[in-house]
C-alpha cells in the first residue's frame, strides 16, 4: 500500500470540478483526504507534451513539488481515428485556450459533420507520485469505446459526454448516472487498475 505522510493527504493535480467529484468517488473508500491543487494556492502546469502520459507526469510533479504531498494527475481526452486522433491531448482546448465544454463540442461536431466513420474513444492515464522526484511512479491508463452523435443528448457529466454514445447502453456519457458511468468509464477503468497497483505495491 502506498505510503501517505500523516495528514493522510492527497493532493489532485486538477481544477476541473467533474473530474475532482469523479476521482473522489472512486477513492472514498479508501479514507484519503483529497484535497483540489487549487485549495492549496498551486497554479496549474503547463501541459506542452505530446503525449497523455507525458502531460500527466509533469501535472503531478509540479503539484507535488510545490505541496510536499503524495500527488495524482490525469491526463484524459477523446481520440477520434477519422479526426486522425484528435481532439486526443487537446481535448480541454479543443475550441480555444479559454473554450468552454460546450465550444468544445459544438467544434467537434462541426468538424464531423461529413464523417461517416463516428468511431471514437475516450483515453486516459493516471499517475500518482509518492514524491515530486519518485523514481518509479504508478501509471494505470484505461479506454471507453464508443461513437459520435450528431447532435448533444443529456445534462450531466462533462466534457465531450453529451455527444459520445456508450453502445452498451445506448446513453451517453451526459445520460448515465454517475455510479453507472464509473463502471464503464476510460477514468473508472483506469482508476482501478491504478488502486490494483497500489495494493500491490
Not at 502531460?55 to 490525469?74: E, F, I, M, Y
Not at 477523446?78 to 479543443?94: D, M, N, Q, T, W
Not at 483515453?123 to 447532435?151: F, M, S, T
Amino acid at each position: 500500500m502506498i505510503e501517505l505522510p500523516a495528514s493522510g493527504k492527497l493532493v489532485i493535480a486538477s481544477g476541473n470540478p467533474g473530474k475532482l467529484s469523479e476521482i473522489g468517488r472512486l477513492l472514498m473508500p479508501f479514507g484519503l483526504e483529497i484535497v483540489a491543487q487549487s485549495e492549496l494556492g498551486v497554479s496549474p502546469a503547463e501541459e506542452p507534451h505530446p503525449t497523455f502520459v507525458e502531460n500527466a507526469l509533469a501535472k503531478a510533479r509540479h503539484v507535488s513539488a510545490a505541496t510536499g504531498l503524495p500527488a495524482l494527475a490525469d491526463d484524459s481526452g477523446i481520440c477520434v481515428p477519422a479526426l486522425g486522433g484528435e481532439p486526443g491531448v487537446h481535448s480541454a482546448r479543443y475550441a480555444g485556450t479559454a473554450a468552454t465544454d460546450e465550444l468544445n463540442n459544438v467544434r467537434l461536431l462541426q468538424a464531423m459533420s461529413s464523417v461517416t466513420d463516428r468511431r471514437a474513444h475516450y483515453y486516459c492515464v493516471i499517475v500518482l507520485l509518492r514524491q515530486h522526484n519518485d523514481p518509479q511512479p504508478i501509471i494505470a491508463e484505461g479506454k471507453w469505446h464508443g461513437d459520435i452523435l450528431r447532435a448533444p443528448r443529456g445534462a450531466g457529466g462533462f466534457g465531450y459526454d453529451p455527444v459520445f454514445l456508450d453502445p452498451g447502453s445506448g446513453l451517453t456519457g451526459a445520460e448515465l448516472a454517475p455510479s453507472r458511468k464509473n463502471r464503464v468509464s476510460h477514468r473508472g477503468k483506469a482508476m482501478r487498475k491504478l488502486l490494483r497497483a497500489i495494493k500491490s505495491s
